[in-house]
């Protein structure tokens, strides 16, 4: 199902088609318009700005309140559940409270502030924060995930370790730092790598947010690739653009691969 | 009701021999036990003649028709597991005719087989109940009862006490062993507890790295084993073991020096064959063939530890050459840990093996 | 355990509850303005309603066609989870137990499945399905979707086999079955829990999916509920209130699913991502 189509976008991201009539053969063209093309750039900048944004921010708030739900018996179960909220919530009931509920300069909660208090601009509308913004978005949607993975993780370091480290007298910080964090690297190594892959294919709140504007500022290889497929109807670029897009995941993904062979031998 | 007969049978997975070329013959109600070591390839071989494997090459016969190539249910076999591998999902009822099940008997015939193999085993108070609310022993009748109701012609047995606590395995053998009786059929039953096999056993096939070390009854492999393995795998506290040389040879004994136990020739009587004089053997002795001596005619020992388990005690001593025995101790004496007593061997139980390892 | 040591406890608490506000501050924000007039909500965004009404509620249903897109979603989430669940599982159950000689290549092709985007295949298949007029067809979709979704879930399940005792298996064919009869009596009854769990996520995926349904799912009939919320919202963007109440539509019956259901959110996401 997946191995056709995809065989297919191979062939056509060498053509030029139009979606209705047959295509046309163009070689390499596609490649060399793309990168002519300063918007494919900028959609590549923005991506790996996206990327690092997000294996940092994300990781680094996750990490640490996963590790403070530790001793939280009791409410361990609640807290789950709160920050799991976000992510389970369908992109465009989140979009749609952010956008318009929220950074809306005349009716959303931005407007009035900026109204009573301190006058702010639309983050959304502004070529140097709209990134930034639809990306905090994005961290407060995703987060949550980031942070269950790492707590059920450091849930699983073996106990005789902290204990033996207890009792040598390591105090909570160098328990964390020596026994815990090491223990995860795994799983750590293992999100780096499922957080790369999804920037480079994030799509939803971008396009719903801002559709790749204002000025190309949020645009990602992933609405540009939409953009050029579904608007102007060049679809053989699409396809080649959706190429670069799984190259960066393959590269990822082959490189956790290969770090890990051992462990993937059957 | 069978007779089972292999012939030249073989296994290898990839470039590894773990059978090598062998040879079985089992009578109709036969009890047979495999046993040996870890890796020894006595389950590989049971799960061939059940069929789970296959077979490199070599013929399996069930009375007498050609099994090789045909799978367990053509072949009328029953297993009995180490894990029980009863249907967690299904009652009692339901795991005992889930084979007659497949085979397409309609339920009213299939609730009378079953009912008759719960009453043979007792287990109709828990026809209705779920394999976690009950027992190891009685998850394990249950195992049994799989395999009765199927009235197979050969069963099979996979370790199948391994699991259960020392006196629930004592009770559940003595079960197998009436199981034996009662139904008169042909068992096949592997185990590396030396003491289920001599208990259980009709005949015994010591296996070791897919090669049959011996094939005999429990007392057979005893007092008469074929070499050094099988004499120092059967029989609980092990053999002792020195290494000798011979001195002299005459009509019905043999002389041998041991250099760990003293100065001095030792007869050996149980030589089948005549060695020639200065060979290397190594010696085989069993604890209870080990009795207190006076100092003339016995060798010096220290006592090192005593085991006492109540009618015998296990007196593990030290000579001043150096050679460590086990020796069995019937009559209650305090065997003071330190002091030195004289030990002599019955030269009637004296084995000889070759270097090589078979019995000379 | 290990206990809390001697150092306050305060930090943690100010973290932890700043954290939590602003998980929910948004959604608290979207809950009070739903029963608002859109004229009260630019006055004060903040404030608390003056009165609980449905009146937003109701346009918002309307407006979005909801009875419509609430039968769709349905349609599409239960065929997606029903085709993902059976394939998923015919799928793992060869891999769980034979020693699969293309084990590497198997693993990279489902390492690919992940890693590439979506937009590889959507063009021509989207262009593909025209074709075949199947454009707006929910179970069209749904293949699509289960499609995308089988990779994951078949590793999920194939984890979840594997903790079933090969033994059963053994004992089973001894019994006469073959083995599709040892997959139906004996496999898939005790995968049952692994199998809810790849459902409750699929299902999640499922109703939340944006890309592939706004492609496929064209046409006012064909709308789920989530692309009937999108197409309101360009339209109506006016007035928050209906927004509001149209986002707490949508937001509602998972929030409800997945308290009752945490348990096996939080397994499915985290088993494989976890090296135990």
Same mark, same amino acid.
């Given at each position: 199902m997946i191995f056709v189509p995809a065989l297919m976008t191979l062939v056509l991201a060498f053509t030029a088609w139009d979606g209705v009539s047959k295509p046309v053969w163009l070689g390499l063209d596609n490649f060399r318009d793309l990168l002519n093309d300063v918007i494919f750039w900028r959609a590549i900048f923005n991506n790996v700005k996206w990327t690092l944004i997000f294996l940092t921010v994300p990781m680094a708030i996750a990490l640490v309140v996963a590790s403070l739900l530790l001793t939280r018996r009791r409410s361990q179960a609640v807290y789950q559940s709160i920050f799991l909220l976000p992510y389970i919530l369908s992109p465009i009931a989140n979009a749609s409270i952010w956008s318009?509920?929220?950074?809306?300069?005349? %009716?959303g909660v931005l407007g009035y502030f900026s109204r009573h208090l301190l006058a702010m601009h639309d983050p959304l509308g502004h070529v140097s924060t709209a990134l930034y913004t639809v990306a905090s978005v994005d961290i407060w949607h995703f987060w949550g995930y980031l942070a269950i993975v790492f707590f059920a993780a450091m849930r699983q370091v073996p106990s005789e370790q902290l204990e033996a480290a207890y009792l040598e007298g390591a105090s909570g910080w160098q328990i964390f730092r020596h026994i815990t964090l090491p223990n995860i690297v795994p799983t750590i190594a293992l999100m780096f790598v499922i957080v790369t892959i999804f920037s480079f294919l994030t799509f939803d709140y971008v396009y719903l947010m801002t559709a790749g504007g204002p000025a190309h500022s949020t645009e990602l290889l992933s609405t540009l690739a939409y953009g050029l497929a579904f608007? %102007?109807?060049e679809v053989g670029k699409a396809t080649a653009v959706a190429l670069f897009m799984s190259l960066f995941g393959l590269v990822a993904a082959y490189s956790y691969v290969w770090m890990n062979r051992e462990s993937l031998r059957q | 009701m069978a007779t089972l007969v292999l012939q030249k049978v073989e296994k290898h997975f990839d470039s590894v021999?773990?059978?090598?070329s062998l040879d079985l013959s089992v009578e109709h109600g036969e009890f047979i036990v495999f046993v040996g070591p870890s890796g020894c390839g006595k389950s590989t071989l049971l799960r061939m003649i059940a069929g789970l494997e296959p077979v490199s090459s070599g013929e399996i016969r069930i009375d007498g028709n050609?099994?090789?190539?045909?799978p367990p249910v053509d072949r009328n076999v029953a297993m009995v597991f180490q894990n029980y $591998?009863?249907? =967690? &999902?299904?009652t009692v009822e339901e795991n005992i005719g889930f084979g007659l099940r497949i085979a397409g008997i309609p339920k009213a015939q299939r609730r009378e087989k079953v009912m008759e193999a719960a009453r043979i085993l007792k287990l109709e108070p828990y026809l209705?109940?779920? =394999?976690? $609310?009950?027992s190891g022993g009685q998850r394990q009748r249950v195992a049994i009862g799989r395999a009765i109701v199927k009235k197979p012609k050969l069963f099979l047995f996979d370790e =199948?006490?391994?699991?259960?606590?020392a006196e629930l395995r004592f009770q559940t053998r003595l079960e197998i062993a009436k199981l034996h009786q009662d139904l008169d059929a042909t068992m096949i039953y592997v185990t590396h507890d030396q003491v289920e096999a001599m208990t259980l056993a009709d005949r015994i096939v010591v296996l070791r790295s897919g090669c049959i070390e011996q094939i005999g009854t429990p007392m057979d492999l005893y $007092?008469? =084993? $074929?070499?050094v393995f099988v004499a120092g795998f059967v029989g609980s506290p092990k053999m002792n073991f020195f290494d000798a040389r011979i001195s002299a040879v005459s009509e019905d004994s043999v002389s041998v020096k041991i250099p760990t136990i003293g100065p001095g020739d030792y007869e050996c009587r149980t030589l089948r064959s005549r060695p020639a004089v200065g060979t290397e053997v190594t010696l085989g002795i069993r604890s209870e063939h080990i009795g207190e001596s006076s100092p003339e005619r016995g060798f010096p020992a220290t006592i090192g530890i005593v085991e006492r388990l109540g009618s015998v005690s296990y007196a593990y001593v030290e000579t001043e050459h150096g050679a460590r025995l086990t020796i069995e101790r019937?009559?209650?004496?305090?065997? &003071?840990?330190g002091s030195v007593m004289h030990f002599r061997m019955m030269p009637e139980h004296i084995f000889a093996f070759a270097k090589t390892g078979e019995r000379l | 355990m290990i206990r809390s040591y001697q150092r306050s406890q305060l930090p943690d608490r100010l973290l932890l509850g700043l954290v939590v506000l602003v998980s929910l501050a948004p959604l608290l924000l979207m809950l009070v303005n739903a029963f608002k007039q859109h004229a009260d909500i630019v006055e004060n965004p903040l404030s608390l309603p003056h009165s609980l009404t449905m009146t937003n509620f109701k346009a918002a249903w309307i407006g979005g066609h909801f009875t419509v897109g609430l039968l769709n979603s349905v349609l599409l989430t239960g065929t997606t989870v029903l085709v993902t669940v059976a394939l998923g599982s015919l799928a793992a159950f060869p891999l769980a137990r034979h020693r699969i000689r293309l084990w590497k290549l198997v693993t990279l092709y489902f390492l690919c499945s992940v890693t590439v985007p979506i937009q590889l295949f959507l063009f021509p298949l989207y262009f593909f399905y025209a074709r075949l007029s199947l454009i707006g067809n929910v179970f069209a979709t749904a293949l699509i979707i289960a499609a995308v979704n089988l990779p994951l879930s078949v590793m999920l399940l194939r984890t979840y086999i594997l903790t079933i005792p090969p033994e059963l298996d053994d004992a089973a064919f001894i019994d006469g079955a073959s083995p599709w009869q040892i997959f139906c009596y004996v496999i898939f009854p005790l995968m049952k829990p692994g199998c809810v769990t790849v459902a409750v996520i699929v299902a999640l995926n499922t109703w939340n999916e944006f890309l592939i349904t706004s492609t496929f799912q064209q046409g006012d009939a064909g709308f789920t509920m989530t692309l009937g919320y999108h197409a309101m919202a360009g339209a109506m963007s006016a007035d928050l209130g209906i927004m509001m109440a149209g986002a707490c539509i949508i937001i509602v019956p998972i929030i409800v699913l997945f308290l009752f259901l945490q348990r096996l959110f939080v397994d499915g996401m985290t088993s494989g991502a976890v090296k135990g």
């Open positions: 318009n509920m929220i950074f809306d300069q005349r %009716s608007r %102007s109807f | 021999q773990i059978i090598q050609d099994v090789t190539n045909l $591998a009863l249907y =967690p &999902h299904m209705t109940r779920k =394999p976690k $609310a009950l =199948p006490l391994s699991n259960l606590d $007092a008469d =084993p $074929a070499n019937r009559v209650q004496r305090d065997d &003071h840990i | -």
